[in-house]
């Protein structure tokens, strides 16, 4: 396909990737505004968009029955490499609790299977775990209005952990402390309300202001340490950032648009693997610098993703793994 204008979303998408990998390697530590400004809006972003498309296809739906042709097939599309990926990452983490001597082999199992009820098998997959499950929530509630409720309910259930008194220990403090789909979903259900609208909630002018009135309104209330509104306030930004994103084009072609988009899924699927071994590596080497992990593992993981989008992005197993 010839070159024609694009939006700026796909490279927004690999660079909050990277963001998630530097909340990950707990990079730049020292730098607040990093993380509170910038690497909080990650997974909001993630989510955002991925609402967004799956709304557009869900605006697009002739019928009930189209509507929950759409969402089974997204489902499906997920659920794959999710069960991959959640096997891999279930079985490292528990041979590295017993190798770090941090738990037994049945104490590491119990703790991880508990670990992927309430949360996910671990390597980040927690945003896709809630992802299906609030995709057997629309299945349930199939209409729109129940999309609208449902996006209410989680804005609700989005304040629970910040005023809730977490216990010391036991279930209630895992959940109450884990990405879970009850805090969460509220992004992706509201990616979705706006992809069904289409673009004319997407006004880039409009976004710039919602995303500067928003950040203000951030700075004041962290300044005040208020943090109940924290998931409310950054999916606006992350709806309004999306939009700003949406609403700017450049000169790329379609098939670059799709590599970087391509490049961004294998870094999420992939990163924590990196992690790990970088880690075991600079352990070795006894080096205890959080930034030089997260470089290392960035080098790896771009070099990696280019690789693997290039030599085998048409293998079976290329598509079982990054949902291609």
């Given at each position: 396909?010839?070159?024609?204008?694009?939006?700026?979303?796909?490279?927004?998408?690999?660079?909050?990737?990277?963001?998630?990998?530097?909340?990950?390697?707990?990079?730049?530590?020292?730098?607040?505004?990093?993380h509170s400004y910038i690497f909080a809006l990650a997974v909001p972003f993630f989510f955002i968009c991925s609402g967004y498309?799956?709304?557009?296809?869900?605006?697009?739906?002739?019928?009930?029955?189209?509507?929950?042709?759409?969402?089974?097939?997204?489902?499906?599309?997920?659920?794959?490499?999710?069960?991959?990926?959640?096997?891999?990452?279930?079985?490292?983490?528990?041979?590295?609790?017993?190798?770090?001597?941090?738990?037994?082999?049945?104490?590491?199992?119990?703790?991880?299977?508990?670990?992927?009820?309430?949360?996910?098998?671990?390597?980040?997959?927690?945003?896709?775990?809630?992802?299906?499950?609030?995709?057997?929530?629309?299945?349930?509630?199939?209409?729109?209005?129940?999309?609208?409720?449902?996006?209410?309910?989680?804005?609700?259930?989005?304040?629970?952990?910040?005023?809730?008194?977490?216990?010391?220990?036991?279930?209630?403090?895992?959940?109450?402390?884990?990405?879970?789909?009850?805090?969460?979903?509220?992004?992706?259900?509201?990616?979705?309300?706006?992809?069904?609208?289409?673009?004319?909630?997407?006004?880039?002018?409009?976004?710039?202001?919602?995303?500067?009135?928003?950040?203000?309104?951030?700075?004041?209330?962290?300044?005040?340490?208020?943090?109940?509104?924290?998931?409310?306030?950054?999916?606006?930004?992350?709806?309004?950032?999306?939009?700003?994103?949406?609403?700017?084009?450049?000169?790329?072609?379609?098939?670059?648009?799709?590599?970087?988009r391509r490049w961004s899924t294998i870094i999420y699927f992939t990163h924590m693997t990196v992690k790990y071994g970088v880690?075991?590596?600079?352990?070795?080497?006894?080096?205890?610098?959080?930034?030089?992990?997260?470089?290392?593992?960035?080098?790896?993981?771009?070099?990696?993703?280019?690789?693997?989008?290039?030599?085998?992005?048409?293998?079976?197993?290329?598509?079982?793994?990054?949902?291609?």
């Open positions: 396909m010839k070159d024609k204008k694009m939006s700026l979303v796909d490279p927004g998408k690999l660079f909050f990737a990277i963001c998630v990998l530097g909340i990950h390697t707990h990079a730049f530590p020292d730098s607040t505004i990093v498309f799956l709304g557009a296809k869900i605006g697009r739906a002739a019928d009930i029955s189209d509507y929950r042709q759409t969402l089974k097939k997204y489902g499906r599309h997920l659920a794959v490499p999710y069960i991959i990926w959640g096997v891999w990452y279930f079985c490292l983490d528990t041979a590295l609790k017993v190798v770090s001597r941090e738990m037994t082999f049945s104490q590491s199992l119990k703790s991880m299977a508990l670990r992927w009820l309430v949360t996910s098998p671990g390597g980040g997959l927690w945003y896709i775990q809630a992802i299906l499950i609030i995709i057997l929530l629309l299945l349930i509630t199939d209409k729109k209005s129940y999309r609208i409720v449902l996006t209410v309910i989680f804005v609700g259930l989005s304040v629970v952990p910040s005023v809730a008194v977490i216990p010391d220990q036991g279930v209630l403090k895992l959940i109450l402390e884990s990405h879970t789909f009850l805090w969460d979903s509220l992004y992706f259900l509201a990616g979705i309300l706006i992809g069904e609208k289409g673009t004319q909630w997407l006004k880039r002018n409009i976004c710039i202001c919602v995303f500067a009135v928003t950040l203000l309104i951030k700075v004041v209330l962290l300044a005040n340490n208020i943090l109940w509104f924290n998931r409310i306030v950054n999916m606006i930004m992350a709806a309004a950032l999306f939009g700003i994103l949406f609403g700017i084009t450049a000169s790329v072609s379609y098939e670059r648009s799709l590599q970087i880690n075991i590596g600079l352990g070795m080497l006894k080096i205890d610098k959080p930034n030089i992990g997260f470089a290392i593992s960035l080098i790896i993981l771009l070099i990696y993703a280019v690789i693997v989008d290039k030599y085998a992005r048409n293998k079976k197993i290329y598509k079982l793994l990054y949902a291609a």
